[in-house]
């Protein structure tokens, strides 16, 4: 267990090394952290610090840098603050000059995100883990060929040419697609398969085209992330010089990304922060990871994140990630018609 004044040395170190990237000596917290001390508590105490796993001395005779574990110790002591006004301002004026669409929306996203975070932005497509019917429609094509529409939430269309036992008429599809469509609004492909209303051959063959339609919906991969932001992290030392920054570009180009930074138990709500060997993947154990949900989590959710070093403005990214999913939030609860969720919290 440390102690308050420990916490603090780690604290103004961390602080220090975000913003000069260069190990920091004991005398230069002596003289600047105001902690009331001698140089030489001051040197005890960092070498406690070392000892225990919060600081590294990269050399003899240098000053030390934050671990992982100092980091960690950094990042759950902030006392997470609104972003700045004129940040939320700026945002909100950039949202109101795009399409209203999903994408145009996350695009954007990204865009602004990399530009507030100075780092990589890494923003999927919502997706819903169990899709919605909202309305179906069958489109008599040629005999027994028909084109079948569906619409599911989030205003996701799908269409389809299929084809039934027996040659059937349009105004046969529209009264079987009209009795279906109000049978099965609202429901997913597994409540609809659990349904057993009286069905003619007909809407018989109709339902399991529908499911056939969601489930492949359903089992989607998600589709490739917005990616910004590569000239931000290019300008950071850790990556100037090193093969740091071909191991990320090896997990873009394999399409891989988006897969290892999403953590096993990603909250459906609040921050995460994952923290260099936190990560799972080697592959970005010299990265941290700003990382949260967005969406409805009923309806369909994406995610947000912002990658990095571990020497991160992580008392500015995590505001900023916070804010940019609950802009997202309450365009999708617009989309949805529904009310957005979600405090913020930090973990």
Same mark, same amino acid.
């Given at each position: 267990?440390?102690?308050?004044?420990?916490?603090?040395?780690?604290?103004?170190?961390?602080?220090?090394?975000?913003?000069? !990237?260069?190990?920091?000596?004991?005398?230069?917290?002596?003289?600047? !952290?105001?902690?009331?001390?001698?140089?030489?508590?001051?040197?005890?105490?960092?070498?406690?610090?070392?000892?225990?796993?919060? &600081?590294?001395?990269?050399?003899?005779?240098?000053?030390?840098?934050?671990?992982?574990?100092?980091?960690?110790?950094?990042?759950?002591?902030?006392?997470?603050?609104?972003?700045?006004?004129?940040?939320?301002?700026?945002?909100?004026?950039?949202?109101?000059?795009?399409?209203?669409?999903?994408?145009?929306?996350?695009?954007?996203? #990204?865009?602004?995100?990399?530009?507030?975070?100075?780092?990589?932005?890494?923003?999927?497509?919502?997706?819903? *883990?169990?899709?919605?019917?909202?309305?179906?429609?069958?489109?008599?094509?040629?005999? !027994?060929?028909?084109?079948?529409?569906?619409?599911?939430?989030? !205003?996701?269309?799908?269409?389809?040419?299929?084809?039934?036992?027996? #040659?059937?008429?349009?105004?046969?599809?529209?009264?079987?697609?009209?009795?279906?469509?109000?049978?099965?609004?609202?429901?997913?492909?597994?409540?609809?398969?659990?349904?057993?209303?009286?069905?003619?051959?007909?809407?018989?063959?109709?339902?399991?085209?529908?499911?056939?339609?969601?489930?492949?919906?359903?089992?989607?991969?998600?589709?490739?992330?917005?990616?910004?932001?590569?000239?931000?992290?290019?300008?950071?030392?850790?990556?100037?010089?090193?093969?740091?920054?071909? *191991?990320?570009?090896?997990?873009?180009? #394999?399409?891989?990304? &988006?897969?290892?930074?999403?953590?096993?138990?990603?909250?459906?709500?609040?921050?995460?922060?994952?923290?260099?060997?936190?990560?799972?993947?080697?592959?970005?154990?010299?990265?941290?990871?700003?990382?949260?949900?967005?969406?409805?989590?009923?309806?369909?959710?994406?995610?947000?994140?912002?990658?990095?070093?571990?020497?991160?403005?992580?008392?500015?990214?995590?505001? *900023?990630?916070?804010?940019?999913?609950?802009?997202?939030?309450?365009?999708?609860?617009?989309?949805?018609?529904?009310? *957005?969720?979600?405090?913020?919290?930090?973990?």
């Amino acid at each position: 267990m440390i102690t308050a004044r420990s916490g603090k040395i780690i604290n103004y170190i961390v602080g220090q090394y975000i913003t000069q !990237a260069i190990p920091v000596p004991s005398q230069v917290v002596a003289d600047d !952290a105001r902690l009331g001390v001698s140089p030489a508590t001051i040197r005890n105490e960092m070498a406690f610090l070392e000892r225990e796993g919060y &600081l590294i001395r990269p050399h003899t005779s240098a000053g030390c840098i934050p671990s992982d574990k100092g980091y960690r110790h950094y990042v759950e002591s902030i006392e997470v603050v609104n972003l700045p006004w004129e940040e939320q301002r700026l945002i909100s004026h950039t949202f109101h000059q795009v399409e209203k669409e999903v994408e145009a929306w996350v695009s954007l996203t #990204a865009t602004l995100l990399a530009k507030l975070a100075h780092n990589v932005a890494v923003v999927s497509l919502p997706k819903s *883990t169990d899709c919605k019917l909202k309305h179906m429609e069958l489109i008599a094509v040629q005999d !027994a060929r028909a084109l079948v529409i569906v619409v599911l939430d989030g !205003a996701k269309v799908k269409q389809k040419l299929i084809a039934f036992d027996e #040659a059937v008429s349009q105004p046969t599809l529209t009264v079987t697609s009209s009795k279906l469509d109000s049978a099965y609004n609202g429901l997913t492909a597994r409540q609809i398969s659990d349904k057993k209303p009286e069905l003619s051959p007909l809407e018989k063959q109709a339902t399991d085209f529908l499911i056939e339609i969601m489930h492949a919906e359903d089992s989607q991969e998600y589709q490739e992330p917005y990616l910004e932001g590569w000239h931000f992290i290019l300008n950071q030392p850790e990556f100037a010089h090193s093969d740091r920054m071909s *191991t990320l570009m090896e997990l873009v180009e #394999a399409r891989g990304l &988006l897969k290892v930074i999403v953590p096993s138990r990603l909250s459906p709500q609040g921050v995460q922060v994952i923290i260099g060997k936190e990560n799972k993947d080697e592959a970005i154990q010299n990265c941290s990871v700003v990382i949260c949900r967005y969406g409805l989590p009923e309806e369909a959710t994406g995610t947000i994140a912002v990658v990095g070093p571990t020497r991160m403005p992580y008392s500015h990214t995590i505001p *900023t990630v916070f804010y940019m999913s609950s802009v997202l939030s309450q365009l999708m609860a617009g989309l949805y018609g529904r009310e *957005t969720y979600g405090e913020q919290d930090t973990e």
